[in-house]
C-alpha cells in the first residue's frame, strides 16, 4: 500500500512518487529528465526552445537511457501578427546599451523564436508516445489535442487561475497544475493578460482543487519537503518542482545564471516581459531595473528577445533571462537523483 496521501496521479502517470520534474526550457537536459525518472519522479522535457530534430534527438537518448514514463512539454501560444514599427520602437529604447557595448545597432536584429505546438511536433509525440504530454499557454487545437490524446499520452496544462483551470478540464485535461504566483519562468496565463489578478499558490490550490474534478498538480514556491507536505494538505495529488532542480549538476545553466540562483536572495525575483514579451519571473538584473521589469514596450511573444541578443553577448549578467522562482533559497547543490529521493524521504518522514 502507498504511504502517499493521494495516489491519483501515481496511478494516471505510472509513476512512483507525486513528483514531476518541471520541463524548464532554461536548465532542462536529458541528463536531469533520466536522473529524475529513476528517482522515481516524472522527468519532463521542454520542447519550446528545440527544433524537432534537436527533440527527437533527446527523446531518442532518453528512452535509450529510461522505460519509465516521460512529460514532453509545449508552447501553444499564438504567434504575434507583425509589427514593425512596435520592433522598432523596442530596438531604438534599447540603442543606449548599444553604445555603450560596442554592439552593433545596426546590423540586422537576430530572431527570437518559439514555435507553438504544431503538426511537426504533433509527429514526434505520434512516433515517441510519450506516456505525458504537457502544455502551457492554455491548449492546441483540438485536431491537434485529439491526436495527442489517440496515442494514449495523459495531457497536463497550467493553470494561474481557477478560471483556466476550469476551461482546461471543460477542454480535455487529464490532470492541472496550479501554478501560483511565486513560479519560476513563464506564467501560463492564457484566459487573461492582468498580472495583477494573478495568485499565490496558497490561495489558488484548494480553490482549483474544489472546483475541477481531475487530479491537481502544485507548482509555485515549493522548495523542499515542508512545501510537499502543505501542497497535500490543500489538496494537491503531486507537485512540480522546477527552481530546486536547476542547482543540480545536470541542469545547463549559464555561469551567470549559476551565480545568480546561489547569492539573489529570495525578495530579488520579479515577474518581467522584457525577454520573451510574456510575463515571467526571473531574477532582477540590470535591464530589469533600468528598463522596469514589465514594460510595455516590449514587443509581444516572443518577439522582444531578438534585440537583446547582442547586448546579453557583451553583458550576459546585465541582459540575460535568469528564470527563478521565489523559493530559490531552499536551493542545494545536489545531483537530481539524490535531490528527488531527499525529497521523497523528507515528505514522509513528515506525513507520518
Same mark, same amino acid.
Given at each position: 500500500?502507498?504511504? #502517499?496521501?493521494?495516489?491519483?496521479?501515481?496511478?494516471?502517470?505510472?509513476?512512483?512518487? *507525486?513528483?514531476?520534474?518541471?520541463?524548464?526550457?532554461?536548465?532542462?537536459?536529458?541528463?536531469?529528465?533520466?536522473?529524475?525518472?529513476?528517482?522515481?519522479?516524472?522527468? +519532463?522535457? =521542454?520542447?519550446?526552445?528545440?527544433?524537432?530534430?534537436?527533440?527527437?534527438?533527446?527523446?531518442?537518448?532518453?528512452?535509450?537511457?529510461?522505460?519509465?514514463?516521460?512529460?514532453?512539454?509545449?508552447?501553444?501560444?499564438? =504567434?504575434?501578427?507583425?509589427?514593425?514599427?512596435?520592433?522598432?520602437? #523596442?530596438?531604438?529604447?534599447?540603442?543606449?546599451?548599444?553604445?555603450?557595448?560596442?554592439?552593433?545597432?545596426?546590423?540586422?536584429?537576430?530572431?527570437?523564436? &518559439?514555435?507553438?505546438?504544431?503538426?511537426?511536433?504533433?509527429?514526434? %509525440?505520434?512516433?515517441?508516445?510519450?506516456?505525458?504530454?504537457?502544455?502551457?499557454?492554455?491548449?492546441?487545437?483540438?485536431?491537434?489535442?485529439?491526436?495527442?490524446?489517440?496515442?494514449?499520452?495523459?495531457?497536463?496544462?497550467?493553470?494561474?487561475? %481557477?478560471?483556466?483551470?476550469? #476551461?482546461?478540464?471543460?477542454?480535455?485535461?487529464?490532470?492541472?497544475?496550479?501554478?501560483?504566483?511565486?513560479?519560476?519562468?513563464?506564467?501560463?496565463?492564457?484566459?487573461?493578460?492582468?498580472?495583477?489578478?494573478?495568485?499565490?499558490?496558497?490561495?489558488?490550490?484548494?480553490?482549483? %482543487?474544489?472546483?475541477?474534478?481531475?487530479?491537481?498538480?502544485?507548482?509555485?514556491?515549493?522548495?523542499?519537503?515542508?512545501?510537499?507536505?502543505?501542497?497535500?494538505?490543500?489538496?494537491?495529488?503531486?507537485?512540480?518542482?522546477?527552481?530546486?532542480?536547476?542547482?543540480?549538476?545536470?541542469?545547463?545553466?549559464?555561469? +551567470?545564471?549559476?551565480?545568480?540562483? &546561489?547569492?539573489?536572495?529570495?525578495?530579488?525575483?520579479?515577474?518581467?516581459?522584457?525577454?520573451?514579451?510574456?510575463?515571467?519571473?526571473?531574477?532582477?538584473?540590470? %535591464?530589469?531595473?533600468?528598463?522596469?521589469?514589465?514594460? *510595455?514596450?516590449? =514587443?509581444?511573444?516572443?518577439?522582444?528577445?531578438?534585440?537583446?541578443?547582442?547586448?546579453?553577448?557583451?553583458?550576459?549578467?546585465?541582459?540575460?533571462?535568469? #528564470?527563478?522562482?521565489?523559493?530559490?533559497?531552499?536551493?542545494?547543490?545536489?545531483?537530481?537523483?539524490?535531490?528527488? &529521493?531527499?525529497?521523497?524521504?523528507?515528505?514522509?518522514?513528515?506525513?507520518?
Amino acid at each position: 500500500m502507498s504511504t #502517499w496521501p493521494d495516489t491519483r496521479i501515481l496511478d494516471l502517470l505510472g509513476i512512483e512518487v *507525486p513528483i514531476i520534474q518541471a520541463p524548464m526550457a532554461v536548465g532542462t537536459t536529458t541528463a536531469m529528465v533520466i536522473a529524475a525518472n529513476k528517482a522515481g519522479a516524472l522527468g +519532463s522535457m =521542454p520542447a519550446a526552445a528545440l527544433s524537432i530534430e534537436q527533440l527527437r534527438d533527446a527523446l531518442t537518448t532518453i528512452r535509450q537511457a529510461s522505460t519509465r514514463p516521460i512529460n514532453v512539454n509545449f508552447f501553444c501560444h499564438q =504567434p504575434p501578427e507583425a509589427d514593425d514599427e512596435r520592433d522598432r520602437k #523596442w530596438k531604438a529604447l534599447l540603442e543606449p546599451y548599444y553604445r555603450e557595448l560596442g554592439a552593433d545597432f545596426d546590423a540586422p536584429t537576430p530572431v527570437s523564436n &518559439r514555435a507553438p505546438f504544431n503538426d511537426a511536433a504533433c509527429q514526434v %509525440v505520434e512516433e515517441f508516445r510519450p506516456e505525458v504530454v504537457s502544455f502551457h499557454f492554455g491548449l492546441p487545437e483540438k485536431a491537434l489535442l485529439d491526436r495527442v490524446k489517440a496515442t494514449g499520452a495523459k495531457v497536463l496544462s497550467s493553470a494561474t487561475t %481557477v478560471e483556466e483551470a476550469i #476551461w482546461l478540464e471543460q477542454h480535455g485535461c487529464d490532470a492541472i497544475i496550479a501554478m501560483g504566483i511565486e513560479a519560476g519562468g513563464h506564467r501560463g496565463l492564457f484566459l487573461s493578460d492582468d498580472l495583477n489578478t494573478q495568485i499565490g499558490l496558497m490561495a489558488l490550490l484548494p480553490q482549483i %482543487v474544489d472546483a475541477v474534478s481531475v487530479p491537481v498538480i502544485a507548482a509555485g514556491g515549493i522548495g523542499d519537503a515542508r512545501g510537499i507536505v502543505a501542497a497535500f494538505a490543500l489538496g494537491a495529488s503531486a507537485v512540480q518542482i522546477g527552481t530546486a532542480y536547476l542547482f543540480t549538476p545536470e541542469a545547463n545553466v549559464t555561469p +551567470s545564471h549559476h551565480h545568480a540562483l &546561489r547569492h539573489a536572495q529570495a525578495s530579488q525575483t520579479a515577474l518581467t516581459n522584457l525577454f520573451t514579451g510574456r510575463p515571467a519571473r526571473g531574477i532582477v538584473n540590470r %535591464v530589469m531595473r533600468e528598463l522596469g521589469a514589465i514594460n *510595455p514596450a516590449a =514587443p509581444a511573444f516572443p518577439k522582444s528577445g531578438g534585440a537583446l541578443m547582442p547586448l546579453k553577448a557583451k553583458d550576459e549578467a546585465g541582459f540575460s533571462n535568469l #528564470w527563478s522562482g521565489q523559493a530559490l533559497r531552499l536551493g542545494k547543490d545536489i545531483g537530481t537523483y539524490d535531490l528527488t &529521493r531527499e525529497l521523497v524521504e523528507h515528505t514522509l518522514a513528515k506525513l507520518k
